[in-house]
């Protein structure tokens, strides 16, 4: 019995081992790993998982949550918090540092692209409280963060983040702090 050549080099095509990939630039690059951050509490005096260092704009009972999410190529974050003073502006920011005894112990603002002073480069999360005290923020960003090297707080500023000019960034003094983990 004769077998046809094309229904032969199917058959002996089927048998053989999958083809590697074409590796091309139109290929999907990974996907990036996803990070989760996280922290909530209410500020206390001397726990430096959710620490006030200024009990005057963040008073016994305040407190805040946070959460980092990053992966598929973007990082969204949020914040909200409660029990601070209310109808008044504050900052707040990723920093490169966990909470410490120290307002400076947090270190810097965590910035993606290093150098980079601005809300592209920077997670700023300013917000105004309500009558009662509460806000809320959140930010997007489209990029992701290295597992390596992921921020350690976010902090809470006395002032609204300078947007632009030789201060550009800066947020006033450090009123409250939440480790992330």
């Known amino acids: 019995m004769r077998v046809p050549a094309l229904l032969l080099i199917l058959l002996t095509a089927a048998c053989a081992a999958p083809p590697a990939p074409v ?3 139109k290929t999907a690059p990974e996907p990036a790993e996803t990070v989760n951050l996280s922290s909530a509490g209410e500020f ?3 726990d430096t998982a959710a620490i006030a260092y200024d009990r005057k704009l963040a008073p016994k009972g305040s407190q805040a949550s946070v959460t980092v999410e990053s992966g598929n190529g973007q990082t969204r974050t949020s914040l909200v918090a409660e029990g601070l003073l209310p109808d008044r502006r504050y900052g707040a920011h990723l920093h490169t540092k ?3 005894a120290k307002p400076d112990d947090s270190g810097p603002h965590y910035q993606h692209h290093p150098g980079q002073i601005d809300p592209t480069s920077e997670v700023w999360l300013d917000f105004t409280t309500d009558g009662e005290g509460a806000g809320r923020a959140s930010a997007r960003h489209e990029w992701t963060l290295d597992p390596a090297k992921v921020p350690g707080s976010l902090v809470i500023h006395s002032k609204a983040t300078k947007p632009s000019g030789p201060q550009a960034g800066q947020a ?4 409250a702090c939440l480790t992330l983990k």
């Open 44 to 46: 206390t005096g001397d």
């Open 23 to 25: 590796q091309n630039a």
């Open 98 to 100: 966990p909470c410490g």
């Open 172 to 175: 006033g003094d450090r009123i």
